[in-house]
């Protein structure tokens, strides 16, 4: 693993720490504040705060402006990208600004199709996929070159991050899609959110037995939910999510007023399993525009303080 970089969020890894990163969703105005303030609470009980990019193809402000807002105030970002909305020059020119702006992290995502968005008349770009993605910020970091051989005399010094989801079908061939986004270069993998852990487990037993949790971070994914609502909506509306019966019945079974508290105690409950799963790195907490809740639930799952690295 790459531990030039001058990420804190590498550091933190390579030292042998469980990480913590969570998220904040930036506004659908123009009101930094708000990116700000998520930001501001919950930068104490986290090591990276990943900005989201028009997530769900719905037109927000952008990531790297966010990032560079989070940068500014002494916060370790990690820059979201999907390739949906930008080709290939974009793309490169929004990784050297953001290295111009000391932002040391990347996660490559292909992004949500704009169908599913508020545009879903745009045009798509989808230039390059998520795989491909990695490859480009490997090759401009490490050769230093861009994609059409220019070669540049300053370098993005990125920890390469993607995303990867345990359990969308065929099951049988998500070790092999994360081993080929290792492959061409990713460091660290954050996960979907984890709801079956039965299901999960299966998954990172198979990560462990190709040895691939001994060439990438993983860090796993993990959403409190608010509610049997949001629970319903995940599991019948959400592709790719995989809410098993008995997180629905345990939230249904405790007052309506009390649901967010027992999804909070679920989330918890599931840091503190997979503290005890091989290859497990970290975590990644999406609290899905309920950012108050993260300190919280750090600080009850033993996380807090988090680690110093030089």
Not at 4 to 29: M, N, Y
Not at 134 to 159: A, N, Y
Request: charged share 25%.
């Amino acid at each position: 693993m790459n531990t030039t970089t001058p990420s804190k969020l590498e550091r933190i890894l390579a030292a042998g720490h469980l990480a913590v990163t969570s998220e904040c969703g930036p506004p659908r105005g123009c009101n930094g504040n708000v990116v700000a303030e998520k930001a501001r609470s919950i930068g104490d009980y986290v090591d990276a705060i990943n900005v989201t990019d028009n997530q769900t193809a719905v037109v927000r402000m952008c990531s790297l402006a966010s990032c560079i807002r989070i940068k500014q105030m002494g916060l370790e970002p990690v820059l979201q990208m999907v390739t949906r909305d930008r080709n290939r020059i974009g793309i490169q020119s929004d990784i050297m600004g953001a290295a111009s702006f000391d932002i040391h992290n990347i996660l490559c995502l292909t992004g949500d199709h704009q169908s599913f968005g508020d545009h879903p008349e745009a045009a798509n770009v989808f230039d390059m996929d998520s795989t491909q993605l990695i490859q480009t910020v490997k090759l401009m970091r490490d050769e230093g070159r861009l994609l059409s051989g220019f070669e540049m005399k300053d370098c993005p010094k990125m920890f390469i991050g993607a995303a990867e989801n345990p359990f969308a079908d065929p099951f049988e061939i998500r070790v092999s899609r994360l081993a080929k986004k290792v492959a061409a270069g990713a460091q660290f993998i954050q996960t979907q959110c984890i709801y079956n852990m039965d299901k999960f487990k299966r998954w990172m037993q198979g990560v462990v037995d190709r040895g691939l949790h001994e060439k990438v971070y993983i860090l796993a994914g993990l959403t409190p939910m608010k509610g049997v609502g949001m629970a319903k909506y995940m599991k019948n509306r959400v592709p790719g999510m995989d809410v098993p019966d008995d997180i629905i019945k345990r939230l249904s079974g405790v007052p309506k007023e009390k649901q967010a508290e027992e999804g909070i105690n679920i989330c918890i409950e599931q840091i503190q399993e997979l503290k005890e799963v091989k290859g497990i790195n970290g975590f990644h907490i999406m609290a899905i525009e309920w950012e108050e809740k993260v300190p919280e639930i750090v600080e009850r799952a033993g996380l807090y303080p988090r680690p110093r690295v030089d």
